[in-house]
């Protein structure tokens, strides 16, 4: 594609449906694709084998990204506690502002794209549901993984993730003051990315 900069920004709480809706813009779209999530997630795996929170970020590959499953519920909550940390942050910001704002196409999911990764994103969006739904989607993902974890163990990990993620003093969850919020609850997958995409075609610059 062209060397055009045009950012996605898809924030949001988890299991709201932004990495699904991420993926599928970013294909749709032919844009690159990063769900920030994971870098956290990475450095949260780290200090879960002992390794100090700030030094992981420093130190964070791409065969960080590549190995083992980070999506478990025990990482989830080790990358919402690292990423509390400043220094954390501070540490992947310009890998991810890089990324935002390559050439050809960027789509970025995480909590503060819209906000400080990349507050001149062409495009921004809030996704949200009820901590019920994301819970009840959380459950059924990890369930069909083998985990055996409750409903009622996902929804309170929802829950205080939610807390820590959005009361955090550096780059809290929240929705960028210009982004679109995009509530999933009621929207089947498919319902909820034709909005996305109808959000995005109005802000495209239209092709020549
Ligand atoms: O999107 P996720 O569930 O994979 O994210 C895991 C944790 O990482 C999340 O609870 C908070 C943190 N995170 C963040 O603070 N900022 C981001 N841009 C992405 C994730």
């Known amino acids: 594609m062209s060397d055009t ?3 996605i920004a898809i924030d949001g709480p988890a299991a709201a449906g932004k990495g699904t809706i991420s993926k599928a813009v970013a294909a749709r779209f ?3 694709h990063l769900d920030t999530g994971l870098l956290y997630r990475a ?3 780290r200090t879960l084998q002992g390794m100090e929170p700030i030094a992981a970020a420093q130190a964070l590959s791409a065969e960080d990204l590549e190995q083992g499953d980070l999506r478990t519920a025990e990482i989830a909550q080790a990358a919402s506690k690292v ?3 400043p220094e954390v942050r501070s540490a992947l910001v310009d890998f991810q502002r890089a990324f935002a704002r390559r050439g050809g196409g960027a789509v970025l999911d995480g909590r ?3 906000t400080v990764i990349c507050p001149e994103a062409e495009v921004k969006l809030f996704v949200t549901a009820s901590a019920e739904v994301r819970a009840e989607r959380r459950f059924l993902e990890l ?3 083998g985990s ?3 409903r009622d163990q996902v929804l309170s990990d929802v829950r205080e993730r939610d807390a820590r993620d959005a009361e955090r003093s550096t780059a809290p ?3 960028a003051e210009d982004a679109v919020l995009l509530d999933t609850s009621d929207l089947s997958i498919e319902a909820a990315l034709a909005k996305a995409i109808e959000v995005i075609e109005k802000l495209r610059p239209a092709k020549s």
């Open 148 to 150: 055996d974890v409750t």
């Open 112 to 114: 503060d794209i819209g």
């Open 5 to 7: 900069q045009f950012t």
């Open 173 to 175: 969850m929240k929705p």
């Open 30 to 32: 032919g844009f690159a």
């Open 83 to 85: 990423a509390v940390i």
């Open 143 to 145: 369930s069909a993984k």
């Open 43 to 45: 450095v949260g795996r």
